[in-house]
């Protein structure tokens, strides 16, 4: 079982820049990948980018590309989502998933992969 909390969302401006954490707790967390999603309100939840297990391949929406980073540090068992040049079309709750596989290349964007998510934690972008 793995247990994941976000943190690091809140209001920032257009253009600025904010980093969210994902503390995993539970075994083989380290052998996961792992992803992070978001949902605005009225719509959707959507995929923003994903990480292996060893932090080596990464993918992103196209929406986010070039602004987004994601990395993470499994001695911290922590994922994090770096994002810059914030829009205020980034406003959503943001969520970390993990999946339970070692498949190492296995980097879906759909959330039906996806094993074990965490509560969210709310991004807002104001012009």
């Known amino acids: 079982q793995v247990q994941l909390v976000e943190s690091g969302g809140g209001p920032v401006q257009t253009g600025g820049s904010l980093r969210l954490s994902c503390a995993a707790s539970g075994r083989t967390f380290s052998s996961y990948p792992m992803g992070w999603f978001r949902q605005a309100p009225g719509k959707e939840r959507e995929f923003v980018s994903a990480?292996?297990?060893?932090?080596?391949?990464?993918v992103y929406a196209d929406s986010v590309k070039g602004r987004f980073t994601i990395s993470r540090d499994s001695a911290k068992n922590t994922v994090y989502l770096q994002m810059n040049s914030l829009k205020p079309e980034d406003t959503a709750v943001y969520y970390c998933?993990?999946?339970?596989?070692?498949?190492?290349?296995?980097?879906?964007?759909?959330?039906?992969?996806?094993?074990?998510w965490g509560q969210g934690t709310q991004v807002t972008v104001s012009s």
């Open positions: 990480i292996n297990w060893s932090g080596v391949r990464t």
């Open positions: 998933a993990a999946i339970e596989t070692l498949n190492a290349s296995y980097l879906p964007r759909s959330e039906s992969a996806y094993d074990y």
